[in-house]
């Protein structure tokens, strides 16, 4: 939330990274359901999402 906060501000915010390998969809963890796995799901797109937009705006010279 901070991140995205600051790009709409134009602020430059840094990458997020790797995503967390706990987050992975190839990694299976004991007592999974169906909730659990569409967070990590959303997490994972969110988190890639955030940096390809910080990138764009940097792109674009707007922070």
């Known amino acids: 939330v901070e991140r995205l906060e600051a790009l ?3 602020k430059a ?4 990274g790797p995503i967390d390998q ?5 990694i299976a963890v004991e007592g999974d359901d169906m909730a659990l796995g569409a967070a990590a ?5 969110m988190h ?8 764009r705006f940097r ?3 707007l922070v």
Request: no cysteine; proline share 4%; glycine share 8%.
């Open 48 to 55: 890639r999402d955030l940096d390809d937009l910080a990138a």
């Open 41 to 45: 799901i959303g997490a994972a797109h």
């Open 59 to 61: 792109d674009l010279r």
């Open 8 to 10: 709409s501000r134009g």
């Open 22 to 26: 706990s987050l992975a969809l190839s």
């Open 13 to 16: 915010a840094d990458p997020m």
